[in-house]
């Protein structure tokens, strides 16, 4: 899964391998050709990612290892600035507001205050019998939960 960023890279959960950047400054080289410009071992898994909408800032969700926060704003030397366990597998990731929503399959929706990157905080979870996805429009939260269907609830 990749997000892009205004500064011309590529950001990408890499699995196993956990976080890439990737230089797409000159678009026209094609796929496969990018440079990449820096990369962090994250732990878990690297199954989804959102970047932060003005710092450079991600949030992975990595399985089993729950949620990592990075810092890439100097991609020589790409840090994890936070995480959280979630105590389930870590499936997709919204950020939202200084929040960040986690589908944690058997373990819901879980949601994260993340204005302290450093230090983030447990706000609340929406059980689910097994959460997948999860989007946001205006005024609701909706998440794909593979028992119970289309879960909607209020934004906060």
Same mark, same amino acid.
């Given at each position: 899964v990749v997000a892009t960023t205004d500064s011309n890279y590529l950001l990408v959960a890499c699995g196993e391998m956990g976080f890439a950047i990737m230089n797409i400054s000159d678009f026209q080289l094609g796929f496969g050709?990018?440079?990449?410009?820096?990369?962090?071992?994250?732990?878990?898994?690297?199954?989804? %990612?959102? +970047?932060?909408?003005? &710092?450079p800032v991600a949030f992975l969700a990595c399985g089993t290892a729950g949620f990592v926060i990075i810092?890439?704003?100097?991609?020589?030397?790409?840090?994890?600035?936070?995480?959280?366990?979630?105590?389930?597998?870590?499936?997709?990731?919204?950020?939202?507001?200084n929040k960040v929503f986690v589908t944690t399959e058997t373990r819901g929706l879980q949601v994260f205050d993340?204005?302290?990157?450093?230090?983030? %905080?447990? +706000?609340?979870?929406? &059980?689910?019998?097994f959460a997948l996805g999860v989007y946001a429009d205006d005024k609701y939260i909706y998440i794909a939960d593979e028992v119970e269907g289309l879960v909607v609830i209020s934004r906060p």
């Open positions: 050709t990018y440079p990449v410009a820096g990369w962090k071992d994250t732990p878990g898994y690297a199954v989804d %990612i959102v +970047n932060h909408p003005t &710092q810092n890439y704003a100097d991609t020589s030397d790409i840090k994890i600035m936070g995480s959280y366990s979630t105590g389930g597998y870590a499936k997709e990731i919204l950020y939202l507001d993340v204005s302290n990157f450093s230090s983030p %905080i447990k +706000n609340g979870t929406v &059980q689910t019998k």
